[in-house]
């Protein structure tokens, strides 16, 4: 919960001052307390004690940043599609010159087993 009780420079001393308020309390008596928002005091369940409210609104809150990001992201993705397919097909070339030196300390046939391997799997992704 925000502590009203130091008024920021927007505020001035006259709501500064209606910010604090006496209370009757059947417990205390009158206590010279802190006003607070009824708002917040409801979505924070009464006392502070656990609320489903702002449980359920910050999941909420997080749910609709993580679809605003992911629009974004594709919005991007198509505004710059010859970008990420020159990034996409630079990554593709490094992949295969790294398998390449690392196929050099194979045996012969284990090269061509693998190679054979690469041959399967692209001639079955390529009959679906």
């Given at each position: ?10 505020t001035?001393?006259?709501a500064?001052n ?17 006003w607070?928002?009824?708002?917040e ?14 449980l ?16 974004d ?10 970008v990420?397919?020159?990034q ?11 398998t390449g ?16 391997l690469?041959e399967?799997?692209s ?6």
């Amino acid at each position: 919960m925000k502590s009203l009780a130091s008024p920021s420079a927007s505020t001035s001393p006259v709501a500064a001052n209606r910010q604090k308020q006496m209370l009757f309390d059947r417990r205390y008596g009158w206590v010279y307390e802190q006003w607070t928002d009824p708002i917040e005091v409801a979505n924070m369940g009464g006392r502070g004690m656990f609320s489903l409210v702002p449980l359920t609104a910050s999941t909420l809150d997080g749910t609709i940043y993580m679809a605003n990001r992911a629009a974004d992201g594709i919005v991007q993705a198509v505004q710059n599609r010859e970008v990420i397919l020159q990034q996409l097909q630079s990554k593709v070339k490094e992949c295969g010159e790294f398998t390449g030196r690392q196929m050099k300390g194979l045996g012969e046939k284990t090269r061509h087993q693998w190679k054979a391997l690469g041959e399967k799997a692209s001639g079955s992704k390529s009959s679906r």
